[in-house]
């Protein structure tokens, strides 16, 4: 036992003596990936992102990383704080750094820690363009006038050494005199003009003609360094606006780079004017001329150019003069790699650039390998593990993106890699093969290259099994989205005819990639993508793609789709009905194949991510070619045989036609819909991307109709809002497509006239925005021929709209002259299409004349990868033909999208309709009878109301003392009973006088005076003098004590003057005082400041009284139940069933408004939409009345309801409610109640009259009789 232990002690032994380094050294490594070395540090542009790196290995444990910048002393510069990946970003102007810093043997201290072990390295760094930088906003030369002051801005100078919000520095601004004026005592050169960012330069100081140069000095407070700027100023006779030059995009500083746009913002120094033109020339040769200002250009081919602007405002014209300076690469160096051969994957390669200089640091230095791009740094050193190229390619690029190419070529031998899934995951084991353990270790290019070079010419199995490695990275930079985008790339190359199973291997990548871009957008980063690199992984996307367009799987043939939910099945619409029932899900129906282990929809859904994915990501390198393609540039143009694609700069200032690369569709962008996306978009300008396949990339998904046009995408970008990704548009965006279809025989429709009144109508069922194409074959005379949807054609639409067939044409001359009729489907759902055909005007028609016809229908389909199942659709786009006759679909849509057409035969049905029209319209007699009834009836009550107004008149008798009646009758009272069926009174009225007189009216109760609607004459023996006002009561007695007085006219019957007194109220034992208007008025104006509140309720009283008068003199009167004799009323029979044909008069007189005018043009049209009313009309007329009647009355009724609340209370309380009279003593001659019995006739009474301000003691309310 002791001699085996031995032997495997010696063993252990001997494995941990082969070993170079410990367990716990794994766990603690840790290396930068540059500035490794004191001479060899990494950069640092405090103004842009810098990346720092390390590599380092994990055991299996998480890793918490540590970082902190501190000087050679050790003073903390920045405190990064920790992270949970190896690397950090430095981000721009966060701390001040010192000038007397730089080669201090600054560095970077990173400290690694898994919970158990810890590890520590050191990156060094230093620092470039930490001086302080000076601006004056302006040109090399502006002009002002004698009498004019300019205010120069200095604002924009800024030191990069100190953060973005604490800049501190001071200013001086000093003038020199260079052509005349060299004594000047304003401008001198030995005193300080302005301190302050701003200056004033007066041109009143200045001699006209000459020449001044204003110089700024800038000083940082913070590192004492000093920037100068400065600009030359001519002083002119007369008015000048002085210009000021803004660098939009390759002009900083006045430096450019040739191989991009030039894009100025001129503006004015103060006010410009109201009328501004602007003209532009390059070396005095004229470019272009505008009026806002603005404008881009490419630059000359030379060192130097002289860009002149001038500015005609108001008629006062103004120049300025701008130099610009070629920025040429870095220059003067070269680049090595060691050793010269190798094995991919498993050589360590040390590359360096050396001897490269330029003006504008700090030199970027970009390594690619192939496509696989290292990352982007200042530092010139690499340790880098290869892929399989024949050379390693070096970007030198300056601090404005002036870039030079250097490429060293090496020698690799093709690595040993096993084949089969076994052998793979033995291979794996070894640490430097282990994919996962790389990525732990922040070695991700060369994880990248290792799973590439293992998935090479491997079955599916081994692919799953590398990429499973993959499981837990996350893209977090460019540099890596770009090496996924590479290795996804080389792999789709590689695998060979793409299946469903294949393609879900990539889902996982395209969705690390995808969630990586929307990180680097987010955060910015993609600003800093090169135009290399856009231009480099926009060809690996779209070559992926178009791998996937490839046709490369069969699936068995889908018979139809079905909804399948709680209760049973329900098949999908024949229009692809766009909405699913709730709590249902999509499922197959094979018809007799019933026995499949698998799926078409899992395999359609494998594709759909996977396409939608691609197209996501290049929408992605979109938003980067917004950063990178310019309005003037030259185009980012990417050709992969079946997909092509261009990236182009456009503004809103003009429109311009689009035609993609493949000739096969054509965009027309009008200025309008320009307008309208550079309004959604924001910015100065737009990046267009058009995108055209000449394969379907969707040809997995089960159409209903098969794609006849090319696969079409257009969208729009822009700098401002890069996270914008679907537009809605106000304005249309038209585009044609050419059809690729394989000629079919259509179905031939035939029909014939027999008549020249003779008129067929067709239908036919259109998706939404979908356009009918009806193309005549064959006609026996000449027809006028109509296409119309969403509302069907008359006669009078298709003599005026439609078109003529001429019977002089074959049909072979008809098809290649165009007879080809549309219309498009515009209503937001899909509806009917018509096509009407008749005889033309003076056609005879003697024996059976035949036409025949083909229907065709057009779609716009777009299909949202946003959506959550997305879909060819329809909406958003209408469909249209060529007007050119040529075949092509054209298409208008109000967004930007992915776009295909379809094209397919339909069929017609004819409306089940009378053919023969009307040369005339048949009277309806019955209607005619019914109307001169109704009219009249209206006659009748007409003069029979008018009868009553005017006849009566009942004389009134008053109960008079002995001496009383003797006298002479000085004054007449007219008593006018309101309107109400329930106004009447048969009690006892008592007028008193303000003398004291008391005069009682006494009335028969059988037949009463006091009706509705009925005025009473009543005269008393009494002298006008002593008549100022008078007071009105009753004593209850009668049947019908209730009673309303509207109004009493006081006449004087010796002069015959006369004065109306407005009463309008319920008049019960409480006298009511009665005034004659003009007295009433006087006393209400002596109110105090309530005047105008009393006022408006008075008028909203009033309004409700007339309302209640109307409805209870009208609507309540109900000829179905109840007495035929009304209250004291005379009303017989034939005067309510007068009032109920009345009723029903206005119910039909709605009917027949509704229905309006029907004549020659609109009875077909009515006569099919309000079929289904007619039959209902003629069969329930009397019904249908009744109906009518019975939901009038109940609309009323609740009108009633909702203008007086307290309706309903009042009539119930009526029902329940009891006669007070018996509770009541009277005394005749004065009207008053006995004090003992008050209180309990107001506990007694019923509830007021709710029409106005009432006087009731003891109503019983609404009678109903």
């Not at 018979?559 to 899900?585: C, D, H, I, N, T």
């Not at 499949?596 to 070619?625: K, P, Q, Y």
């Not at 109306?1060 to 009433?1080: E, F, N």
Request: charged letters at 20%.
């Amino acid at each position: 036992m002791i001699t085996l232990m031995s032997r495997w002690l010696l063993v252990i032994y001997f494995c941990l003596f082969r070993v170079p380094i410990s367990l716990q050294d794994i766990c603690t490594y840790c290396k930068c990936v540059h500035g490794q070395y004191a001479d060899e540090p990494i950069w640092i542009d405090v103004g842009k992102k810098n990346e720092i790196a390390v590599l380092g290995h994990s055991c299996g444990r998480p890793v918490v990383y540590t970082w902190k910048a501190v000087t050679g002393t050790g003073a903390t510069l920045v405190d990064f704080g920790t992270t949970k990946v190896p690397r950090v970003i430095w981000m721009p102007f966060i701390v001040s750094v010192r000038p007397d810093t730089k080669g201090t043997n600054n560095r970077i201290i990173v400290t690694k820690s898994d919970g158990r072990t810890t590890g520590r390295c050191e990156c060094h760094i230093d620092f470039v363009n930490l001086d302080i930088y000076s601006h004056i906003d302006g040109a090399d030369l502006i002009s002002i006038g004698r009498e004019q002051v300019v205010e120069l801005d200095g604002s924009h100078s800024y030191d990069f050494s100190q953060p973005k919000n604490k800049q501190r520095y001071t200013f001086e601004w000093r003038c020199t005199p260079i052509e005349k004026d060299l004594n000047s005592q304003y401008c001198q050169n030995t005193s300080i003009m302005c301190t302050t960012p701003k200056c004033s330069i007066n041109g009143n100081y200045l001699a006209v003609t000459g020449l001044y140069k204003i110089t700024l000095h800038t000083t940082s407070l913070v590192t004492g360094a000093t920037a100068g700027d400065h600009l030359y100023i001519r002083v002119e006779y007369g008015t000048k606006i002085p210009l000021l030059l803004l660098c939009v995009h390759n002009c900083w500083d006045y430096f450019y780079n040739d191989d991009s746009s030039i894009s100025i913002d001129v503006e004015c120094i103060g006010y410009c004017g109201d009328t501004l033109k602007f003209y532009f020339a390059v070396d005095d040769k004229f470019i272009t001329t505008n009026s806002n200002g603005k404008v881009r250009f490419m630059p000359p081919k030379a060192a130097t150019f002289k860009f002149n602007f001038t500015l005609i405002a108001d008629g006062v014209d103004s120049v300025a003069i701008a130099t610009f300076k070629r920025n040429d690469p870095p220059t003067g160096g070269s680049c090595t790699v060691t050793p010269p051969q190798g094995i991919p994957g498993d050589t360590l390669f040390k590359t360096a650039c050396s001897s490269w200089t330029d003006r504008n640091l700090p030199i970027y230095y970009v390594l690619k390998a192939g496509n696989l791009l290292y990352d982007r740094t200042t530092d010139p050193h690499w340790e880098i593990y290869v892929p399989q190229v024949k050379a390693l390619s070096f970007r030198v690029c300056d601090s404005l993106d002036a870039c030079q190419k250097y490429e060293v070529p090496i020698e690799l031998v093709k690595p040993n890699i096993p084949k089969g899934l076994k052998n793979i995951q033995a291979y794996m084991v070894e640490p430097a093969n282990n994919v996962e353990r790389l990525l732990e270790g922040g070695e991700y290019a060369r994880a990248v290259v290792k799973a590439t070079l293992m998935m090479a010419e491997q079955p599916l199995d081994v692919i799953k099994h590398v990429l499973s490695a993959f499981k837990n990275f996350k893209a977090e930079s460019l540099t890596d989205v770009r090496q996924l985008g590479t290795m996804t790339s080389e792999l789709v190359d590689a695998i060979g005819n793409l299946t469903s199973e294949k393609v879900n291997v990539f889902n996982e990548l395209l969705d690390k990639m995808s969630e990586g871009f929307d990180k680097v957008i987010a955060n910015g980063d993609i600003k800093d993508m090169h135009k290399e690199d856009v231009r480099d992984m926009t060809e690996e996307l779209v070559g992926v793609i178009s791998k996937f367009s490839n046709k490369s799987e069969r699936f068995v043939d889908v018979q139809s789709l079905l909804w399948e939910f709680e209760g049973g099945m329900l098949r999908v619409a024949a229009e692809r009905a766009p909405l699913e029932p709730k709590y249902a899900q999509l499922i197959e129906y094979y018809g007799a194949h019933t026995k499949l282990n698998d799926t078409v929809l899992a395999a359609i859904n494998i594709w759909m991510h996977a396409i939608c994915r691609s197209f996501e990501l290049l929408r992605d390198m979109g938003v980067a070619s917004s950063h990178n393609v310019h309005k003037g540039d030259h185009g980012l143009v990417v050709d992969k045989l079946t997909v092509q694609m261009i990236a182009f700069g456009i503004d809103d200032t003009e429109a311009l036609t689009v035609v993609s690369l493949d000739y096969l569709t054509s965009a027309v962008l009008t200025q309008p819909m320009l307008q309208d996306m550079q309004a959604q978009l924001g910015g100065a300008e737009m990046t267009a991307q058009i995108i055209s396949f000449k394969e379907n990339p969707f040809w997995w998904y089960p159409t209903e109709h098969p794609i006849t046009t090319t696969v079409f995408y257009f969208s729009a970008f822009s700098e401002a809002n890069p996270t914008i990704s679907r537009i809605e548009l106000k304005v249309p965006f038209k585009f044609e497509m050419l059809q690729q279809r394989t000629p079919k025989e259509p179905p031939l429709l035939r029909g014939y006239v027999e008549a020249a009144e003779e008129m067929p109508i067709y239908q036919i069922r259109a998706p939404q925005g979908a356009a009918v194409i009806i193309n005549i074959i064959k006609v026996d005379l000449d027809m006028d021929v109509l296409v119309k949807c969403n509302k069907m054609p008359n006669l009078k639409a298709v003599r005026q709209e439609g078109k003529q067939v001429k019977l002089d044409k074959t049909s072979k001359d008809i098809i290649q002259n165009g007879t080809k009729y549309a219309d498009s489907n515009c209503a937001d759902k899909a509806d009917w299409c018509y096509l009407a055909l008749i005889a033309a005007k003076g056609v005879q028609i003697r024996r059976r004349a035949h036409y025949a016809f083909t229907v065709e229908l057009y779609e716009c389909l777009t299909w949202n990868v946003n959506l959550e199942n997305p879909t060819w659709q329809s909406k958003g786009c209408v469909a249209a033909i060529d007007p050119e006759g040529g075949d092509n679909i054209t298409c208008l849509c109000y967004h930007m999208s992915i776009f295909a057409g379809s094209s397919y035969y339909g069929t017609a049905e004819e409306l089940v309709r009378d053919r023969m029209l009307k040369q005339h319209l048949d009277v309806n007699w019955y209607v005619v009878a019914f109307y001169i009834l109704l009219l009249l009836v209206f006659l009748w009550l007409l003069l029979r109301t008018c009868d009553d107004l005017t006849t009566n008149h009942a004389k009134l008798v008053a109960e008079l003392s002995e001496s009383e009646q003797y006298v002479m009758r000085n004054i007449a009272l007219h008593i006018t009973t309101g309107g109400q069926w329930t106004a009447a009174s048969s009690a006892k009225i008592l007028i008193s006088l303000p003398s004291g007189q008391t005069f009682t009216v006494t009335q028969d109760p059988e037949h009463p005076f006091l009706r509705p609607h009925t005025t009473c004459v009543l005269e008393l023996p009494i002298h006008a003098s002593k008549l100022n006002g008078l007071q009105i009561s009753q004593d209850k007695s009668g049947r019908y004590p209730s009673w309303y007085c509207e109004s009493i006219t006081i006449v004087n019957l010796t002069t015959g003057q006369k004065q109306h007194c407005t009463v309008r109220k319920w008049i019960g034992r409480t006298p009511v005082s009665v005034q004659p208007d003009k007295l009433a008025e006087d006393v209400a104006g002596k109110e105090d400041n309530k005047d105008e509140k009393l006022s408006r309720a008075q008028k909203w009283k009033k309004f409700r009284a007339a309302y209640y008068d109307v409805f209870m003199a009208w609507f309540l009167f109900q000829p179905l139940f109840g007495s035929w004799h009304c209250g004291v009323i005379e009303t017989n029979r034939f005067v309510r069933s007068c009032i109920l044909i009345s009723k029903f008069a206005v119910i039909v007189l709605l009917v027949f408004l509704y229905f309006g005018e029907t004549n020659l043009d609109n009875y077909e049209a009515e006569r099919y939409n309000f079929q289904a009313l007619i039959r209902l009309i003629d069969g329930w007329f009397v019904l249908y009345l009744c109906g009518c009647y019975f939901i009038t009355l109940a609309l009323e009724l609740l009108l009633l309801l909702f203008v007086y609340p307290d309706f309903w209370k009042g009539f119930k309380r009526s029902a329940a409610g009891t006669d007070s009279n018996s509770h009541m003593k009277v005394n005749p001659s004065s009207n008053e109640s006995y004090a003992g019995n008050k209180s309990n006739d107001k506990s007694s009474e019923g509830p007021r009259n709710l029409s106005t301000d009432t006087n009731l003691e003891s109503e019983r309310g609404f009678m109903m009789y």
